[in-house]
C-alpha cells in the first residue's frame, strides 16, 4: 500500500510546488519532515514506555482478564473469531477503554500490543489478517466519548460553552465509527485473504 | 461533575493499576520496567516508517497541493451542506493530526467557537483520528506489508464524518 501512496505524495507535492512557486518551502520542508518525525517518535518512546509498564502491571496482577471479560459482550461482537483467544481480546478490550476515556497516548502502545497478539495467530506475517482489519480501522475513527482537546481549544477561544457540540460530536463518532467497522467487514468479504497476495511489498514495515 | 474531570482519570488509571498490582502481591516494579524496554523495542521498529511518513506529508502542506486538492472538494462536499472553510483542515486531518490542529485553531480564531463554521470545525475535529498515521505505525510495529482495505476503510469513515457533521449541527445544537 504504502509502496503507492508514499511515492504518490512526494510526486505530487514537487509539481504543486513547481506549479505554485513553493519550490524554496517545499525544500525546506524535506529536512524539516525528517526532524519532526524523530520528534514525535520521542513523544512516543516515553507513552510506550510508560504505558508498556503499566500494562505488563494491570497483565500480570490480572486486571486486564476482568477488563476483558466487562467488555466481552461488545468485543465479541466486533470480533466474533477471536472469541477463544483470550491473550489478544484482553489487549484489544484495554485498546478500546483508553480510547474511550480520551486516553489517546496510552491507547497506541495498548494498540500495538494487541497488533502484536494478532499477528502471533495471523496465518501470513505480511498479510493483515481479518481481525488487524477491523481493529486498525476502529482506531483510526475516534472512539471517545468526551472530545477534551476540542473542548480545551474552544474554551481558549473564547467560546461561551465549550462543550456544546458534544452531542454532534458524539454522534458523528459513532455513524463513522459503525461505518468504519461496516466497511471493513464487508471489504472482509470481497476482498478475502489470499497467502500468496504480493500487493503493498515492502514499505509499510 | 468538576471542571478538571478530564484531569482525574489518568492519574486514577496509573495509581489503580498499581495498587491492584499490589494488592495481587506483583512486583510491580520489575514488571513496569520488564513492560517499559518491550516498549523501547517498538520504537525501533517504527522510526523508518514514521520517517517517510512525515516527510511525505509535511511536504504535501508546504507544497500548497493541499490548497488545490481542497478546491477540488468544495463541489462535492458543499452537497452535503459542509461550509467550505472547513475543507482543507477536514482533509489534512487523516494525514497529519499537528497540521490539522493548526488549521482548526485558525477557523476558531477567524470565525469564532460559537460559529456554525466553528461548531462543524469542532465535530470533525473530536470525531476523526489521523487515520493514514495509524494505519502506519499499527502495521509497521509488527511487519505487516499487506494492509489490504484498511485505509479504504478509515477514509470512508473520515468522510462520513466530515458530512455528517454539518447534518448533527444543524440537528443538535
Known amino acids: 500500500m504504502m509502496n503507492y501512496v508514499f511515492p504518490v505524495m512526494l510526486i505530487i507535492s514537487f509539481i504543486s510546488a513547481v506549479a505554485t512557486g513553493r519550490i524554496d518551502a517545499l525544500s525546506a520542508g524535506v529536512i524539516d519532515g525528517a526532524e519532526s518525525a524523530v520528534q514525535l517518535l520521542l513523544r512516543l518512546v516515553s507513552m510506550l514506555c510508560l504505558w508498556g509498564g503499566v500494562m505488563e502491571i494491570a497483565e500480570e496482577s490480572g486486571m486486564t482478564k476482568v477488563f476483558s471479560r466487562l467488555m466481552s459482550p461488545v468485543v465479541g461482537m466486533i470480533f466474533p473469531k477471536l472469541r477463544k483467544e483470550k491473550y489478544a481480546l484482553e489487549a484489544i478490550s484495554m485498546n478500546i477503554t483508553a480510547n474511550v476515556l480520551g486516553l489517546g497516548n496510552a491507547a497506541t502502545p495498548l494498540g500495538l500490543e494487541a497488533m502484536r497478539r494478532l499477528q502471533d495467530i495471523n496465518s501470513n506475517k505480511t498479510v493483515a489478517s481479518n481481525e488487524m482489519v477491523v481493529f486498525v480501522v476502529m482506531n483510526t475513527a475516534a472512539m471517545h466519548i468526551i472530545p477534551t482537546t476540542v473542548a480545551t481549544l474552544r474554551g481558549q477561544y473564547g467560546s461561551e460553552s465549550p462543550m456544546q457540540i458534544m452531542p454532534a460530536a458524539f454522534l458523528t463518532s459513532f455513524c463513522a465509527l459503525a461505518a468504519a467497522i461496516a466497511v471493513a467487514k464487508i471489504g472482509n468479504r470481497i476482498n478475502s485473504k489470499k497467502p500468496a497476495d504480493k500487493r503493498g511489498e515492502g514499505y509499510a514495515r | ?173
Open chain 2, 1 to 173: 461533575m468538576p471542571d478538571n474531570f478530564g484531569s482525574y482519570i489518568l492519574p486514577l488509571m496509573v495509581v489503580g493499576i498499581v495498587l491492584f498490582g499490589l494488592i495481587k502481591r506483583v512486583k510491580v516494579f520489575d514488571c513496569f520496567m520488564s513492560g517499559a524496554r518491550k516498549g523501547l523495542h517498538t520504537v525501533y521498529e517504527l522510526l523508518p516508517s514514521i520517517t517517510g511518513l512525515v516527510v511525505a506529508v509535511t511536504m504535501l502542506k508546504e507544497s500548497g497541493a493541499m490548497d488545490i486538492v481542497s478546491s477540488l472538494f468544495h463541489p462535492v462536499t458543499a452537497l452535503f451542506g459542509v461550509p467550505e472553510e472547513i475543507t482543507p483542515m477536514a482533509l489534512l486531518s487523516p494525514i497529519s493530526g499537528g497540521g490539522s490542529l493548526t488549521l482548526f485553531e485558525s477557523v476558531l480564531k477567524t470565525h469564532g467557537p460559537d460559529s456554525f463554521v466553528g461548531q462543524v470545525a469542532s465535530v470533525v475535529m473530536g470525531s476523526t483520528d489521523t487515520t493514514l498515521y495509524a494505519v502506519t505505525v499499527y502495521y509497521s510495529a509488527i511487519g505487516i506489508k499487506n494492509t489490504r482495505h484498511t485505509l479504504a476503510a478509515g477514509l470512508t469513515a473520515d468522510f462520513l464524518s466530515l458530512v455528517l457533521s454539518a447534518f448533527f449541527v444543524r440537528l443538535t445544537v
